[in-house]
């Protein structure tokens, strides 16, 4: 059965235990392109993921390409799990920890469910802009620190597979070691991405 099959025809179905770890203990650009249009929600509040990028540990612009550390521990636990951290000092971002050492950044949301929490945490009340990066994001779910090293199939964290949607790749955003790589992924033609691909 492939994970495909296991989405029901009735709406998104949530993954947990077994087959939630199946999904992520996978390389982490597969992963990266097949979380688009997956939703994910913070105690109810969040919506479709519309844009990911893909880190690996031999990946120089990775947190764990010079092995386990106390920040990035939670990249060497169990897949299916998140890793928070905060990016120059000020925003708090989610990862998606899949193989050993590797993570998916989750970029970029498309608002569905608990919209205005999301507008009264971010003090505004454009949806596109709600959700549009990596930071925004983490402030509109309410996440932090505290959600570090938790597993997405448990309260208040939820991750459900959904139906396919067309995948467009890029360049990451942000880095300056191995930008090569076409590792940042997004629904095609989405409004909400954080930067749009060319």
């Known amino acids: 059965m ?12 949530p993954l947990a235990g077994p087959a939630l770890a199946e999904f992520f203990a996978r390389d982490a650009v597969s992963v990266a392109s097949e979380l688009i249009g997956t939703r994910f929600t913070v105690a109810g509040v969040g919506g479709r993921v519309v844009e990911t990028e893909a880190y ?3 990946d120089e612009a990775s947190h764990a390409y010079r092995g386990p550390t106390a920040r990035n ?3 060497f636990g169990p897949p299916g799990h998140v890793y928070v951290y905060r990016s120059y000092g000020i ?4 990862n998606f920890v ?5 993570a998916v950044l989750i970029r970029a949301l498309e608002p569905e469910s608990g919209i205005e929490d999301m507008i009264g945490r971010r003090g505004m009340a454009d949806i596109v802009s709600l959700c549009n990066g990596p930071g925004k994001l983490s402030q509109a779910l309410a996440i932090d620190i505290s959600l ?9 964290l939820s991750f459900s597979l959904a139906e396919p949607v067309p ?4 360049k990451r955003i942000g880095i300056t070691k191995n ?12 409004r909400f991405v954080s930067r749009r691909f060319s």
């Open 56 to 58: 690996r540990p031999d």
């Open 148 to 156: 570090n090293g938790c597993s997405l199939d448990h309260a208040p």
């Open 73 to 75: 521990a939670a990249m």
């Open 167 to 170: 995948v467009v790749a890029g």
């Open 2 to 13: 492939t994970f495909d099959d296991q989405v029901s025809p009735l709406g998104p179905r």
């Open 179 to 190: 930008v090569d790589q076409l590792w940042r992924f997004g629904a095609a033609g989405s």
């Open 98 to 102: 899949c193989l050993t050492g590797s």
């Open 91 to 94: 925003h708090w971002c989610v």
